[in-house]
């Protein structure tokens, strides 16, 4: 089984744009939605929920009714999660499970529990099986939840013998990102012809390399800064980084994207025909 992760150093370089395209052109696969922040990939594939999970990532303190008020844990608290009053509370979305109330609470009026983070799912668009998530806002666990998106893609995969497992990546460099990429065997990184995109390109670069992946690079919306464009490719001859192909600015993205369908599916589309001949050249190299 062959796990290929997309990526991008920053979100809205048109990642999800190819990822969906790939889940159409792809056979023998489960897709899994790594972008837990901010799903997407689902809004192109209408699926239907097979399975609802819940994730546990972390633990948030609680104060019981033994709490005397004399204000310790507002003292020792960092992370200004102690709401004061006749009776004290904590703010769930300020606190950070570090234990020092716990620690300092004179009558033991303070317990550390389990915290749901977020809920991740299984679904199906016809015979393909979709592993996503979605993370409760202000949480910062999302590295072990995507670790829970995969582990249910490989383990859908395994039961079905599906030869690929194909990863809509976090964007960015973070944990998001290096969880979307760990132990896959190819990225492919989605970059634009821009200022930041060039920098962001450099970084997610390092953040690959730094996990001894294989990658190749996409140019999306190309022909829309062709000096950047051909300053992308200069650098990644430099680099010794295979350029897989270009997508050009193309307004049927916008069109199916409204549609809530994969571009790959209007076969006069300029970005139709780049989108697969970036597939055939990745069907070549994994």
Known sequence: ???????????????????????FLFENHVMAD???????????????????HEYFGGKKAEIGNSCTSCGACMDVCRFSA??????????????????????????????????????????????????????????????????EVRKLALKV????????????????????????????NYVVIVAEPTISGMHDLQRIVETTRYFRRNFGIVINKFDLNEVKTDEIICWCEKEGIEVLGKIPFDPEVRNSAIKAEPVVKNEKSPATRAIREIFQRLMEIV
């Open 1 to 23: 089984m062959k796990q290929i992760a997309i990526v991008s150093g920053k979100g809205g370089t048109g990642k999800t744009t190819l990822s969906g395209s790939l889940s």
């Open 157 to 184: 995969a395994e039961q079905k013998n599906r030869k690929y497992v194909v990863i809509d990546g976090a964007p960015g460099i973070g944990c998001a990102a290096s969880s979307s990429i760990t132990g896959v």
């Open 82 to 147: 102690i709401i004061p009053g006749t009776t004290y509370k904590i703010d769930p979305y300020a606190c950070e499970g570090c234990n020092a109330c716990v620690l300092i609470c004179p009558e033991g009026a303070i317990t550390l529990k389990e915290s749901k983070s977020g809920d991740y799912f299984l679904s199906k668009s016809g015979d393909l099986p979709l592993s996503h998530a979605l993370l409760f806002p202000g949480e910062e666990t999302s590295g072990g939840l995507i670790a």
């Open 34 to 52: 790594c972008d837990v922040d901010a799903p997407n990939l689902h809004l192109l594939m209408e699926p239907k929920l097979l399975e609802k």
